[in-house]
């Protein structure tokens, strides 16, 4: 059976202005392969600029893609027309971070998850007002939510509303990009039992992206790490978060700031920033940082090769090719 | 035991709004010595960057501001406005969220380190230059020579916040205030930036109050932690203390939120409820409605008490310790 989604090597380059007149390639996400299982949540982190958004819109459709493919249900996405893609937006929904901006404000709540069950003609028209508040109830809002105008929401309940929105037309994969970074803790974790509840009960996949690691460590079943447009590490959450082996994964878990004094970090895990995509480095991208690189780093791309049943790494010190 | 470098009395911040009035901060007592972290936790609207702003003057004129906050002995709160420009940048420095706002984005990142200099300093504008060159290798900023002179868009966010540390540190202030100095930062850059105030702190004795909604960061750093609801200090204590044994209601509800691999897939404690309207008389326990522990004392205002060296307003550990023998 094959995956639910299937990203085979795909690229995205965007071309930005330099002097005058000049134009710019830079390469967003370079060369990605990823697979999600139907029901299953793999968590994508990465910091700014290491292209995690870029493949969220990707796998959305939001954004085209310059090379690769990317496969829903074993069909090619980049292929569906019309009733194609229509369809294929209402089984891959979008959840962002700022759910105010994904929202009318002039529209109250019920109208703006009815608009979404009107789009995909789910059910009789008499039945979608039913079917709302059915919807509000699945995150956990009372019916008289339904006339209630963004405004008057809070954070955390216009977050629930965009995933009653998102779960309108029954979607098999949720993409959610950044979706507690603007919630308070209390509120974060209100959102996270409830992404965790869709994936149990109804069995929801979710593309879950974010740049904070313990929220993702907590959610995830599989985690991804990115750097600089490429997957460096890909497996288990529970071995990635605990027996990292690319370089840079275990410099990002090294700096999570773990809320226990008796798990102070003493030395910082990782020196420099990093680098601009407009010009990225040869070889291995994460090379000028890396605290053990060798000469072929500067060279060859490293490739993902498994450390350990399921768990692959693309570093040729750790995770050298046979 | 150093003297406190700042110590805030009983600090009240009020705002006047249509129907009645909102205590932003109420009746805060807190202080913090030479070469000590206090972190100050909270989520939004708890007050504490309200209470920062109250501290270095730069609350509206139509807030109501009480109580007392002296730095060095000296009390500030009334201070004339060319008081406060003597002080601020010079004994009491403060850092933002986002480094890009503290920068004008027309002017060299050095000359702006060396303005701090030359506002509070009878030096040559040679010498300013010079103690900014220095400033700015001191944060790590690599090259400061040849990079004095970049305007902040050539700056990445998180060298934009060393010079702002460079900048608030150059006239070797008492009291360093930060709020929120890496939320707009990478995990691995919020590492480097903690570091540097750490170190920055101890080298030179400042006192930072560090405000942060993220407990991770808290505990990274702090010696002291405060917890702020709904205007009020509910609980202070040594870090360790707070993370290991926290007694407010609140802060335990905060703590079992956190997420963590551990639970996983378990679910995480959620706190009922919402923080309540602070518009009006608010004579009891601000966290009353969500309290799972509440009582019938809880509508009066909850009095101090010290269980170790933790300090918390909360009827139910009063209750708890003036009654030992009560099993609960």
Redesign the interface.
């Known amino acids: 059976m094959s995956p639910l989604l299937e990203i085979e090597n795909i690229t995205k380059t965007f071309a930005v202005p330099s002097g005058i007149f000049g134009r710019q390639r830079v390469s967003a996400v370079d060369g990605v392969s990823l697979e999600i299982e139907a029901g299953e949540v793999l968590g994508l982190v990465g910091?700014?600029g290491s292209g995690k958004t870029t493949l969220a819109r990707c796998v959305l459709g939001l954004t085209p893609i310059n090379g690769g493919a990317i496969r829903f249900d074993g069909v090619d996405v980049s292929g569906l027309r019309r009733s194609g893609l229509r369809e294929f937006r209402r089984r891959v929904q979008p959840v962002f971070q700022d759910p105010f901006a994904s929202l009318d404000p002039r529209w109250t709540v019920g109208r703006s998850i009815r608009e979404a069950l009107d789009s995909y003609r789910i059910g009789s028209p008499l039945d979608r007002d039913k079917r709302v508040l059915e919807l509000l109830d699945r995150v956990g809002l009372s019916d008289q939510y339904a006339g209630r105008l963004p405004r008057q929401l809070?954070?955390g309940q216009r977050q629930r509303v965009g995933i009653a929105a998102a779960l309108a037309g029954g979607p098999e994969l949720i993409v959610a990009d950044e979706p507690v970074s603007a919630l308070?803790?209390?509120v974060?974790?209100?959102v996270?039992?409830l992404v965790?509840d869709l994936q149990?009960d109804l069995g929801v996949a979710v593309l879950f992206v974010a740049?904070d690691?313990?929220?993702v460590?907590?959610?995830s079943q599989r985690v991804a790490v990115m750097y600089l447009g490429r997957i460096v590490e890909i497996g288990a959450?529970?071995e990635v978060?605990t027996a990292p082996q690319h370089p840079y994964s275990q410099?990002?878990v090294?700096?999570?700031?773990?809320?226990?004094?008796?798990?102070?970090?003493t030395?910082?895990?990782?020196?420099g920033?990093?680098p601009s995509p407009v010009n990225p480095p040869d070889g291995c991208r994460f090379n000028p940082r890396c605290p053990i690189t060798i000469d072929i780093c500067r060279s060859l791309r490293p490739t993902l090769e498994l450390t350990s049943e399921l768990h692959l790494a693309a570093c040729h010190v750790n995770a050298p090719s046979s | 035991m150093n003297a406190a470098a700042l110590v805030l009395t009983d600090l009240q911040v009020d705002f006047d709004v249509p129907g009645g009035r909102v205590s932003a901060v109420d009746r805060v007592t807190l202080s913090v010595r030479p070469g000590e972290v206090v972190g100050l936790v909270g989520?939004?609207g708890c007050g504490k960057s309200t209470l920062a702003n109250a501290v270095m003057g730069l609350l509206p004129q139509q807030a109501h501001v009480s109580g007392s906050v002296a730095v060095e002995g000296e009390e500030i709160l009334g201070a004339t406005d060319h008081r406060l420009r003597e002080l601020r940048g010079n004994r009491i420095a403060m850092i933002f969220q986002d480094p890009s706002t503290s920068l004008d984005p027309t002017c060299s990142v050095g000359s702006q380190v060396a303005e701090t200099i030359l506002a509070h300093r009878d030096i040559g504008k040679r010498q300013a230059r010079e103690r900014a060159i220095e400033l700015m290798s001191e944060v790590g900023i690599p090259d400061a020579r040849s990079r004095f002179s970049d305007p902040p868009h050539r700056f990445?966010?998180?060298?934009r916040q060393r010079i702002v540390i460079a900048a608030a540190l150059a006239n070797d202030p008492t009291v360093l205030i930060a709020d929120e100095p890496t939320t707009a930062l990478?995990?691995?850059?919020?590492?480097?930036v903690?570091?540097l105030i750490t170190r920055l702190s101890k080298n030179h004795g400042t006192a930072v109050l560090l405000i942060s909604?993220?407990?991770?960061?808290?505990?990274?750093v702090a010696h002291q932690v405060g917890v702020m609801y709904a205007g009020q200090l509910v609980e202070q204590a040594p870090?360790?203390q707070l993370?290991a044994s926290p007694q407010h209601p609140y802060t335990r509800?905060?703590?079992a939120?956190?997420?963590?691999?551990h639970?996983?897939?378990g679910?995480?404690?959620?706190?009922p409820g919402?923080v309540p309207d602070l518009v009006g008389d608010l004579p009891g326990c601000r966290f009353l409605d969500r309290c799972a522990v509440s009582r019938s004392e809880c509508i009066r205002r909850p009095v101090p008490v010290d269980v170790n060296s933790t300090r918390v307003s909360c009827w139910d550990v009063a209750d708890r310790i003036s009654n030992p023998t009560v099993a609960r």
């Open positions: 910091e700014s809070s954070g308070d803790v209390s974060q974790a209100q996270l039992n965790a149990r740049h690691l313990s929220v460590e907590h959610i959450a529970g978060f410099a990002l090294e700096a999570i700031p773990y809320p226990d004094p008796a798990r102070r970090s030395h910082v895990p990782l020196s920033e990093i | 989520e939004s990445s966010g998180g060298m990478d995990v691995t850059i919020q590492a480097q903690l570091s909604h993220d407990l991770g960061v808290i505990a990274q870090v360790d993370f509800a905060l703590l939120a956190l997420p963590s691999a639970l996983q897939p679910r995480l404690a959620v706190i919402q």
